[in-house]
């Protein structure tokens, strides 16, 4: 088998997932074509999805390009990046979905062609030990949880205390200094946790013990800040150590950090970012309490604030003083039906702030797209599918 047969179909599972940078990590082709040229700060996963969004980039009508190549990129841009079904796409484009789907199958073709000939530019991919696929599957436990509502500075002192008995045994004093313990900040915490443990346990091997290691928590109105500072004794960045698991999973969480090294003095400062959110307000109107329920044990954690309502007309009469920024709503209610309700909705003059998810065991999200609702969750609904939809629509226009 050619590398060529080999890379086309792992390039249509990889678009199929191109959002999930930890599944995209453990593909044979982000072996086939990454190199990170030593840089430590960014995973595998992340680097790949980086090279696909360039090469389906290259391909737009904007580069100059025309015919064929509009509708290439046309079809992947849907397919890949605004993650609609073929179903959609072939509507969309005025096709039959079978060839639709026959069209999404040539496009790949083209951005094959295109991702070796950047893959070819950048050089040889980097080799990477096995290990590293196994440490992979582990974050990828930890990411299943979904974001949770996180108190920074208790998040630090749980990783402290966690290295604490290592720190002893170095005898490298550890001193936490949080200006702002009770900001709060949108994260895995599972997952953030696991990468202080990790720098934290790197920092301690690498530190002077006459130096220590500190690591702060100050905040703005926007951003709170994570710095760890020490000075190295020596240099340990090994590819299947903690400082590497801590950036794999900084990566995958996407979260803004870097490094400064000042190589003169042998100092290290790494400065970590997290945005800072407060609650959304989450309303669900829904005749079974029990559901009702079921999403409040979902998002229990989650940063979300739960209003629910099993009486259609008292959950319609409080969306006005409750103004919120999700409304979950029901199809199959007596009284007053969820179609009915998003007639309402849209013929009444209200700030458009709210955005609407339709969640029903009646699969008809086309109308519900059509009457004006963001999204639609299919009954019964897992907590990382309620989790990943909230987050998609809470990114888009209000």
């Known amino acids: 088998m050619t590398a060529e047969d080999t890379l086309v179909p792992e390039l249509r599972r990889a678009l199929a997932r191109l959002n999930d940078p930890l599944f995209l990590e453990t593909l044979p082709l982000t072996d086939m074509l990454v190199r990170n040229d030593g840089d430590d ?19 737009a009508p904007e580069h100059g390009r025309t015919g064929g190549d509009v509708r290439t ?40 062609v ?18 590293s696929a196994e440490a992979t599957e582990d974050l990828a436990r930890l990411l299943e949880m979904g974001p949770q509502h996180v108190d920074v500075g208790e998040l ?20 936490l200094t949080c200006v702002d313990m009770d900001r709060k ?65 900084l990566s995958l969480m996407d979260v803004a950090w870097h490094k400064e090294q000042d190589q003169a003095c042998g100092t290290v400062d790494i400065r970590i970012e997290l945005p800072l959110e407060g609650e959304h307000t989450l309303v669900i109107i829904d005749d079974n309490a029990d559901l009702i329920a079921l999403f409040r044990r979902y998002l229990r954690g989650a940063p ?67 009457l004006g609702a963001d999204a639609f969750l299919n009954k019964p609904v897992t907590r990382p599918q309620l989790l990943s939809t909230l987050e998609e629509v809470l990114k888009g226009p209000a």
Not at 52 to 59: G, H
Not at 114 to 131: F, K, T, Y
């Open 41 to 59: 700060s960014v995973a595998k996963g992340a680097l790949l999805r980086r090279l696909m969004l360039e090469a389906i980039d290259a391909l």
């Open 73 to 112: 990129y046309d079809i992947l841009y849907r397919y890949a990046i605004a993650r609609e079904s073929m179903t959609a796409i072939a509507q969309q484009l005025g096709l039959s979905e079978r060839h639709a789907y026959r069209e999404l199958h040539q496009a790949i073709d083209a951005l094959a």
């Open 114 to 131: 295109v991702l070796q000939r950047l893959s070819a530019e950048a050089g040889p991919p980097v080799e990477e030990d096995s290990g």
């Open 156 to 175: 630090l002192a749980d990783a402290a205390l966690a290295v604490s008995a290592l720190a002893d045994q170095q005898r490298v004093a550890v001193t």
């Open 185 to 249: 900040a949108t994260v895995h915490r599972a997952l953030m946790r696991q990468a202080m443990v990790s720098l934290l346990s790197h920092a301690i091997w690498s530190a002077s013990p006459e130096q220590g290691v500190g690591i702060g928590l100050t905040a703005d109105e926007e951003t709170a800040t994570i710095r760890l500072h020490y000075r190295e004794r020596e240099r340990l960045d090994a590819a299947d150590g903690p400082y590497a698991a801590a950036v794999r999973a």
């Open 304 to 370: 979300y604030r739960v209003i629910g309502f099993d009486q259609v007309e008292e959950g319609l009469q409080a969306l006005d003083s409750l103004d919120p920024e999700i409304l979950i709503l029901d199809i199959a209610m007596p009284h007053l039906d969820g179609w009915e309700v998003l007639q309402e909705l849209a013929a009444t003059e209200r700030p458009k702030r709210t955005r609407t998810v339709v969640c029903s065991i009646i699969n008809d999200p086309h109308l519900a797209a059509a």
